[in-house]
C-alpha cells in the first residue's frame, strides 16, 4: 500500500517541528559519491527555513560541500515519535558578524578561542525539501500495535501524521 503524504509548500511546520532538536545528522558526498554522515549542533533555525550550523573553515565537511553543495539533515525525537528529514544546499559561511550573532558560550567547546576564532565558518543550508512523521506517543498504542500484529500477523498502520514540505525554486 503507498504512503498518503501531504504535501505544502510552507516549511514553517517543518522549521517549528525540528526548532527544539539541536543535534542533526549532516550527510555530504565525499570522493564524488560516497555518503559521509556526522553530528551537527543546528543553531535556531530561521522562520523562512534557513538553517546554520557552526564549523571549521579546514574541516572535511568543508572540502566535500566545495565539490557538491547537497546535504541531508537528519532529526529525531523518539521519545515524543517524530523524525524528520531534509535535503537541501549548503554554503560556506565566514560573515564575522553572522558568527557573532549567532555565537552562544556552549560552543566554546568546539572553538576555545571564541567567535573571533579566525577558523571559523557557518553552514547556511537552504532546505529544498523536507519530510516528518510525528505520531502518538503512548506506551498503551505501542503495546496495542505489538499485540495486533502479534495476533493477526499483519502490521498495524498508525495514524501518523506524515508530511512533505517541497519548497518551490
Known amino acids: 500500500m503507498a504512503d498518503q503524504v501531504a504535501v505544502s509548500h510552507d516549511v514553517t511546520k517543518l522549521v517549528e517541528k525540528i526548532k527544539d532538536i ?5 550527510t555530504t558526498i565525499e570522493n564524488g559519491n560516497e ?16 538553517l546554520w550550523f557552526f564549523t ?4 572535511q565537511k568543508v572540502d566535500e ?8 539533515l537528519g532529526y529525531s525525537k523518539p521519545d515524543d515519535n517524530l523524525y524528520v528529514a531534509i535535503t537541501g544546499t549548503a554554503q560556506v ?3 564575522q558578524a553572522k558568527i557573532k550573532e549567532l555565537w552562544s558560550e556552549g560552543l566554546r567547546g568546539w572553538f576555545p ?3 573571533d ?17 510525528d505520531s ?8 496495542y500495535t505489538y499485540a495486533k500484529a502479534v495476533i493477526t500477523g499483519e502490521r498495524d498502520q498508525p495514524s501518523a501524521d506524515r508530511q512533505s514540505v517541497v519548497i518551490p525554486k
Do not use: C
Not at 571549521?56 to 574541516?59: A, Y
Not at 560541500?65 to 541531508?72: F, I, N
Not at 502518538?136 to 503495546?143: G, I, K
Open 22 to 26: 539541536k543535534i542533526a545528522m549532516m
Open 65 to 72: 560541500l566545495h565539490q557538491d553543495r547537497h546535504v541531508s
Open 136 to 143: 502518538p506517543n503512548s506506551t498503551l498504542l505501542r503495546a
Open 35 to 50: 555518503l559521509h554522515s556526522r553530528p551537527m549542533y543546528t543553531s535556531q533555525p530561521e522562520q523562512d527555513g534557513t
Open 56 to 59: 571549521e573553515k579546514d574541516s
Open 117 to 133: 576564532d579566525p577558523n571559523i565558518a557557518l553552514l547556511k543550508v537552504t532546505i529544498t525539501k523536507g519530510e516528518f512523521w
Open 93 to 95: 559561511v565566514t560573515d
Open 113 to 115: 578561542k571564541g567567535s
